[in-house]
């Protein structure tokens, strides 16, 4: 294809105008900026000297590279000027009446083949394009910022949009050295829409005071590996555009999830917008700053002291139990592996032994190490031997009624003010606990897989958790270098019930059709920095599993939203369960 857009005039040169000017500018085209008057035009090109001088300092940009990439851009403000150019691109403040307006201007100013595009995040760019006479060239392209470091673009087509306009405008995205990605003209598109979801499900979670924010941001950093927790987020993003935008999907879906979350309000309301105005959920040293002030927990100061451990076992022979043997037996606690079995136990140690083995050849632990924490393991086929451990975590299979007999038996055999713990990812921990005469005693412990390098652990109070139980949990995970995150007893906890609406949200987004299994991972990863996509995911975790979960999550809340899509359990009904069957929403068995 001929190289598109020879000359691109960029309508708005603020915080993504003036980003994009430079990165259409660094692929060697003639940008003309336009910006609302003469000062906003003299302001709008110190930022852009300013930017690349930095970019400069930082390496990213030689000396001649922005002398060359700055004697291409011309910033005015006369409208008329965009006539020149082959593609505009309006990113203008988000509001639809600026828009529409602008669009009607450049409709008359341009010769009738330039393309005109929209930076906007949430408005109809049907209802933009609907304010000219050439809606098949109107289309949406939408950068993410930082605009020089985020690879993905969304290219949105309206129902009008021609796809040679789009395809155009997907070939000048990879021009710039972007990943493009199809996406229909829908609220929040695609990335936005699967983030702005689960980001107002975590407001409404602190909101519940389910947990506090930093144990919310903790949990989704260290479980799932995101580059930021989702409160910080919208602190970032500043909680009045994250509201607007969640209004404008709730507006198109009606879907309760998507409706904003009280507390947005309330903080928009109180001036209290995030980062830019120094305070939101977290308070900031001065505004625009990133760095919080980290105020004192009153909380944990009021708690009593824990229960001494010196002493652990733990039920189970599988992954779960196996990964959380070696945390222990790592941090220099006697571990008693208590398995159904003794020949059980014994391949569980085993197991356990070449992990540890890999570790060493790894680098990441000593001989000595390896062999210190393998003699502090004890087999045993059976649970009479934990009498006198003082914790006990059990990680037998995910099923109830198991989980109760176990329970039963501990209470018969282990010691009095022993702490019982369940590892449980999806049953109800006080279930676990009244099947005891202790309930007290008895706390959820959700270590994630594999146990030796997750470092979150969800610590679950029932209703009867005493606090000394709770304490003792908590010190231990300090003790074997572990991140705790304390919330209620209730589905999913914080991770799943957080990760896995935004999954299902994925699921449904693909059997839509409104963007590929490729697009839609494409989008997490690029987008919003996710180590993941969602279909990547769910093949890793199984789409069994993920099902589970989810149906766990919808019984407890009956929010329709959370419904598993139909999707899902149709490749379920088909053994389609991920990576273990070798197909899930992507084949493997053909890679
Ligand atoms: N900031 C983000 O993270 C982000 C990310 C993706 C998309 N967007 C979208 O990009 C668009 C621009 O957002 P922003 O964050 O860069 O806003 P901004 O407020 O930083 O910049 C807007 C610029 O437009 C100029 N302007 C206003 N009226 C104008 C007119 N009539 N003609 C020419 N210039 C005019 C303003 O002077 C300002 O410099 C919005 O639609 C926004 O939703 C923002």
Redesign the pocket.
Known sequence: MERPFPTVAV????????GVAVAVARSGRRVIG???GPT?AV??LARIEASTARAVARERLTAEERTALLALIEVG?D?AAAAQADLVI?????DLE??RG?FAELDRICPPETVLA??????SVTRIAAATARPERVLGV????PVHSMKLVEVVRTVLTSPQAAEQVAELARDLGKEPVAAGDRAGFIANGLLFAYLNQAAAMFESRYATREDIDAAMRLGCGLPMGPLALLDL?GVD?ARTVLEAMYEQSKDRLHAPAPILGQLVAAGLLGRKSGRGFYTYEAPGSSTPVVEEAAAAEARPAGREVRSVGVCGSGTMATGIVEVFAKAGLPVLLAARSQEKAERAKAQLAKSLERSVAKGRLTEQARDAALALVTPTGGYQDLADVDLVVEAVAEDLAVKRELFTALDRIVKPGAVLATTTSSLPVISCATATSRPQDVIGMHFFNPAPAMKLVEVVSTVLTAEDVTATVLELCAKVRKHPVECGDRAGFIVNALLFPYLNDAVRMLAEHYATVDDIDTAMKLGCGYPMGPFELLDVVGLDVSLTIEKVLHQEFREPGLAAAPLLEHLVAAGCLGRKTGRGFRDHARR
């Open positions: 309508v708005g040169l603020g915080t993504m105008g003036a336009v910006e609302a906003q302001r709008a403000d409208l309006e990113e203008v403040p988000e600026l828009k602008l929209t930076g906007t995040t949430a408005l939408h950068f993410f910022n993003i555009t």
